[in-house]
């Protein structure tokens, strides 16, 4: 037993001495007028502070393009963090190769076996994998980071020109996904008490905030992957990432903000 | 979740710190560390050790009974039954006495140079 147990077991027995009916009875001793209510003891908030991550070590521009790879914890995804930016101020989405004539790096990277899709955002590219594919990711892995490694050094564009041509405005992302999320999105969460908000559009880059249910919820990530990712992408084909920007353990109402009454 | 043996924190404090030595709580019960040095006042970091030698499913560095902490960075390193042992550094936060620090995390995703 651990030595925390016993002493805090101790203390709690002790302090509920002369308070506690018999044991297997009805209490038939005398019950005194308390002189003060007991006080309820508050809820506490749980605070969750953000976790560090040592950043891949950036370093002036060389031959030597460091890439490391970091698997997600459903094994949905690996993550290839380069030590420069691969495309700035914009990202790209592949659902496929055949949609993935405007950048040469994405073709390269759909000819390795398994790729299913490829997004580009700053200094990192993200590969997801065909359902049939199962094991660790560490072949794939290796051969997207000699790919990438191999496109940077002789430096090739990531995308072409017409790729960004062909982005449509902020302004007009932003009105058509804000359409898709209070026709589509929102009603359909409405019944968990969730709501998805536009925080902002930065380039084709969508950043959006979880909030009500869904703030703190452990099904928000598939929530986002499933749901909001397959609307947005249907009604604005261009848009690149889309990330969560909330802060799951803050606000009014999160979902595992508060514990019951007693848990610290 | 493992069975925790014992964690190891680091905690720097900011700009406020209480005088009083932070305590951790598992599961709803609060503890004090079995082994400690430093503190917890402006600029101070303290150091302390714990033995669970149990199943936590809530892990938390306790606020203080008044005023407000501010911490800098925790770092914490837990030693799982039967598993090697992992840290984990937390960012900024800032605690009072009503609010709690989750320090129960999970073992981070490896990471691997390719």
Known sequence: ?264 | MPKLNTFDVVIKTGANGPAALPKWAINGFVVEFEQSKGGNGPGETFEGTANPGSFPHSLLIRGPESGQWDIEETKVTYYPNGESPYTVRLGAARLDEESDLNIWHERPQAVFDV
């Open chain 1, 1 to 264: 037993m651990p030595s925390w147990f016993s002493k805090v077991f101790k203390d709690k027995n002790n302090a509920a001495t002369g308070t506690r009916p018999p044991l297997g009875g009805i209490d038939v001793s005398e019950d005194p007028e308390p002189e003060t209510k007991p006080v309820p003891e508050k809820r506490r908030l749980l605070v969750n502070a953000p976790v560090l991550e040592d950043a891949v070590e950036t370093a002036a521009w060389s031959a030597d393009v460091r890439i490391k790879a970091r698997v997600e914890k459903d094994n949905s995804a690996c993550v290839l963090m380069v030590d420069r930016p691969i495309l700035e101020g914009h990202s790209a989405w592949f659902p496929s190769k055949l949609k993935a004539g405007t950048s040469s790096l994405a073709q390269t990277l759909f000819e390795i076996d398994g790729v299913e899709t490829a997004l580009i955002h700053g200094f990192t590219v993200t590969l997801t994998r065909r359902p049939t594919m199962h094991g660790d990711w560490k072949q794939l892995a290796q051969e997207a980071g000699n790919a990438i490694r191999a496109h940077l050094i002789e430096g090739l564009p990531v995308v072409t020109p017409e790729f960004l041509d062909g982005l449509p405005a902020e302004d007009a992302i932003l009105t058509t996904l804000k359409r898709v999320l209070d026709t589509e999105i929102n009603p359909s969460i409405a019944a968990h008490s969730g709501e998805i908000a536009l925080d902002r559009v930065e380039g084709n880059t969508v950043y959006i905030q979880m909030m009500g249910g869904c703030q703190g919820c452990a099904a928000s990530d598939v929530t986002l992957r499933q749901g909001v990712h397959d609307a947005f992408r249907s009604a604005v084909p261009q848009i690149g990432a889309i990330l969560d920007n909330t802060d799951h353990s803050a606000g009014k109402s999160p979902f595992y903000k508060e514990l019951p009454v007693g848990m610290s």
